[in-house]
């Protein structure tokens, strides 16, 4: 794999832009490893970036980013997967296994929305208390 051409923006450090290309490769998901190849620097350098404390929690940051829109883009699209299933366990037409199926899905898909909601609510019950003044 051939390195990335520069694309350096004008008063812009080399080693800051390699470090900045290098975190956005690794927050979509490619191995340190790849990085490396793709930026055509040592793994030992990529290392390096690594260990600096502010590039790792960027990193992580980008991470959580990721997974909030994927999550919230999940939820949008759960709603339409939530009345297929439903028209799909009652509708008397349908296979008995697809039936079937749907419906097992829509009980699954309950009991994890009620285990979800009963751990928020102890959560949020331990917040309160580690958070109130002692009596």
Same mark, same amino acid.
């Given at each position: 794999?051939?390195? $990335?051409? #520069?694309? *350096?923006?004008? &008063?812009?450090? =080399? ?9 956005? +490769?690794?927050? $979509? &998901? ?9 930026? &055509? /620097? ?6 390096? !970036? ?11 940051? +980008?991470?959580? $980013? ?29 296979? *008995? ?11 699954? *898909?309950?009991?994890?929305? !009620? #285990?979800? /909601?009963?751990? #928020?609510?102890? +959560?949020?019950?331990? $917040? ?5 003044? =002692?009596?």
């Amino acid at each position: 794999m051939r390195p $990335e051409p #520069d694309h *350096t923006p004008p &008063g812009r450090s =080399d080693h800051t832009a390699r470090r900045a290309r290098a975190l956005a +490769l690794l927050a $979509e &998901g490619l191995t340190p490893t790849q990085v490396a190849q793709r930026l &055509g /620097v040592a793994p030992r350098t990529l290392r390096r !970036y690594l260990a600096n404390g502010s590039l790792l929690a960027a990193l992580r940051g +980008l991470q959580t $980013e990721q997974l909030r829109a994927l999550a919230a883009a999940t939820m949008a699209a759960s709603h339409r997967a939530h009345q297929t299933l439903l028209a799909i366990a009652s509708d008397d037409a349908a296979p *008995t296994f697809a039936r079937i199926t749907a419906a097992s899905r829509l009980i699954d *898909t309950a009991l994890r929305l !009620y #285990d979800a /909601v009963a751990l #928020d609510e102890r +959560l949020s019950a331990l $917040e309160q208390r580690a958070t109130a003044p =002692d009596p």
